[in-house]
Nanobody, 120 residues
């Protein structure tokens, strides 16, 4: 049974930091690209960051470049999102997702999400 379980969300003041974690099970983690997405109230879900299964290449949406860092630990089947200098516009539910390495398009597995709220 595939599971992606996010943790680490919470309430933080603008300028603060949070670290999100995603624990994966039920699939061969090392062969999957891992991504973080977010959805703010009244908005569509958007891509935040991705780390590939090969060479740990990373990709970010422009609005988080220089502030967020995605990393993976294949030994622990986990992916992290370090978020620094948080802004109120980062407020959203953050989701962890997985897709087969080298594929494009839709992600295969999704977590339930963790709430991040940034106060001004």
């Amino acid at each position: 049974q595939v599971q992606l379980v996010e943790s680490g969300g919470g309430l933080v003041q603008a300028g603060g930091s949070l670290r999100l974690s995603c624990a994966a099970s039920g699939f061969t983690f090392s062969t999957y690209d891992m991504g973080w997405f977010r959805q703010a109230p009244g908005k569509e879900r958007e891509f935040v960051a991705r780390v590939s299964s090969t060479f740990d290449s990373t990709y970010y949406t422009d609005s988080v470049k220089g502030r967020f860092t995605i990393s993976r630990d294949n030994a622990r089947n986990s992916v992290l999102l370090q978020m620094n200098n948080l802004k109120p516009e980062d407020t959203a539910v953050y989701y962890c997702a997985a897709r087969r390495g080298g594929s494009a398009g839709e992600y295969d597995f999704w977590g339930q999400g963790t709430q991040v709220t940034v106060s001004s």
